[in-house]
């Protein structure tokens, strides 16, 4: 079924707090990579979801680089689907690519552009400005990926020994 496009009066800041999904918690689902061969990993969730993950070299696989920027396009749909959906109707369709280039010599992505493909021309400028700045405000409260790679995370790795703390607690 399609929703009809909704006209409104509120400012886009109003639009933006309304149209911003609301926070949810992030899943407490185990994730983790397995080694399957030279370089290449599958990544698992406790869910059942599976990724492969290599270099581009080993064909049909993601690279980490491309499921991070696959991970910020996605957050960024995810947190303007309502604001899309609101505007264009339940049924819009939209593609959202993402590029960047590696800076080799620091093995590092110093820009990651998101550009979405999407059939605005129903809406005047007004409305279509408007529209994207409701998107934009949305994606900088609600993308938890962009807001966490914009902030810097900080990253640690822990080493252990083969089994360390994967200890099963048992209970008598």
Do not use: N
Not at 17 to 32: N, T
Not at 57 to 68: D, H, K
Not at 98 to 127: C, F, H, N, Q
Not at 135 to 161: H, M, N, S
């Amino acid at each position: 079924m399609t929703t009809q496009p909704s006209e409104t009066s509120l400012s886009p800041a109003d639009e933006a707090e309304r149209d911003v999904p609301a926070p949810s918690p992030a899943p407490a689902d185990a994730l983790w990579v397995e080694r399957t061969g030279t370089r290449t990993y599958t990544g698992h969730s406790a869910r059942g979801a599976q990724v492969s993950i290599g270099p581009a070299s080993e064909g049909a696989v993601f690279t980490p680089g491309e499921l991070l920027k696959i991970a910020l396009a996605a957050c960024a749909g995810m947190s303007t689907d309502r604001t899309f959906a609101r505007r264009l109707g339940d049924d819009y369709a939209v593609t959202i690519h993402v590029e960047g280039a590696k800076l080799l010599e620091e093995e590092r992505y110093p820009k990651i552009t998101g550009t979405y493909d999407i059939d605005l021309t129903s809406l005047d400028d007004d409305a279509r400005d408007r529209l994207v700045t409701v998107a934009a405000r949305a994606i900088d409260k609600a993308c938890t990926v962009g807001r966490t790679v914009k902030a810097g995370a900080e990253v640690e790795y822990l080493f252990q020994p083969e089994g360390a703390g994967r200890e099963v607690e048992t209970r008598e």
